[in-house]
Nanobody
Framework: QVQLVESGGGLVQAGGSLRLSCAAS????????MGWFRQAPGEEREFVAG????????HYADSVKGRFTISRNNAKNTAYLLMNSLKPEDTAVYYC??????????????????WGHGTQVTVSS
């Protein structure tokens, strides 16, 4: 069983930065990719960024490309999302997630089996 806990959300002005962290339990963190998703009120959950098991491959939504950076530290069982140049439209609850078998790096929420409870990010204009 994998448990995920996000932290690092908060209120920031437009143009500011935040770094989200996702702490994972269990000894197999380094064996699967990780994803970050977000959900704004009244909207569907959407893919933000993903990273392969070893950090060698990353994938971003077009809306955050060039502003957000996903990374991971397998020794610390933690994934990160560094968010720069934040915009009001980035306001949402951000979730980290881990996929189930076959443990592929994908943008599809349904492929992710384990989810954290989310952390709120609010960007003021």
């Amino acid at each position: 069983q994998v448990q995920l806990v996000e932290s690092g959300g908060g209120l920031v002005q437009a143009g500011g930065s935040l770094r989200l962290s996702c702490a994972a339990s269990g000894p197999t963190f380094s064996s699967y990719p990780m994803g970050w998703f977000r959900q704004a009120p009244g909207e569907e959950r959407e893919f933000v960024a993903g990273v392969s098991w070893n950090g060698g491959t990353t994938h971003y939504a077009d809306s955050v490309k060039g502003r957000f950076t996903i990374s991971r530290n397998n020794a610390k069982n933690t994934a990160y999302l560094l968010m720069n140049s934040l915009k009001p439209e980035d306001t949402a609850v951000y979730y980290c997630a881990a996929p189930g078998p076959p443990y592929e790096l994908t943008t599809t929420p349904n492929a992710y089996k384990y989810w954290g409870h989310g952390t709120q990010v609010t960007v003021s204009s």
